[in-house]
């Protein structure tokens, strides 16, 4: 057969699929990149990040509805797996020590901001002392001098 005879046997699918080749080849990868990222900002600036949230969400709806949730166990372990093997098992540890530094210093300062909160809420009800400045150290009155403690 020559083209003459093909024309038209081609799909849209099939056509798409052939210019996305020919364009990858002659720009590269990096060119689908470069026009995913501006795409999507211009996407975010005129809906807002909800957009993705609401889509991403209702993808994952669709999925589990079609596949189950036996689908994620699975494709959650596969990527386990292949960090594990791409990056080690100290990976792991790693992130695992950096988020529970994280974790830690997350409740040290949710800890000084709640007693930041009480010390002023105390002080507004002793009659209006200044509330202490976050991550400063607390400030003691110094003791009243009397003939002989000095």
């Not at 080849?25 to 993705?52: D, L, M, P, Q």
């Not at 209702?58 to 596969?78: D, H, L, N, P, S």
């Not at 792991?92 to 901001?113: C, D, H, N, T």
Request: no cysteine; charged share 35%.
């Amino acid at each position: 057969m020559s083209d003459k005879d093909n024309k038209g046997s081609m799909t849209v699918a099939e056509a798409g699929r052939k210019g996305g080749e020919t364009v990858r080849n002659e720009r590269g990868r990096e060119f689908y990149e470069t026009i995913g990222r501006k795409g999507g900002a211009t996407v975010k600036a005129e809906r807002g990040r909800s957009f993705y949230e609401e889509i991403g969400r209702k993808g994952g709806e669709t999925v589990k509805a079609e596949r189950g949730a036996k689908f994620y166990e699975e494709i959650g372990k596969k990527g386990g797996d292949r960090v594990k093997a791409t990056r080690g098992p100290n990976f792991y540890e790693e992130i695992g020590r950096k988020g529970g530094q994280k974790v830690k210093k997350l409740i040290e300062e949710g800890k000084r901001a709640a007693l930041a909160a009480k010390n002023a809420q105390e002080a507004a009800a002793a009659g209006g002392a200044a509330p202490q400045q976050e991550g400063a150290a607390p400030v003691t009155p110094p003791e009243p001098t009397t003939p002989g403690n000095e």
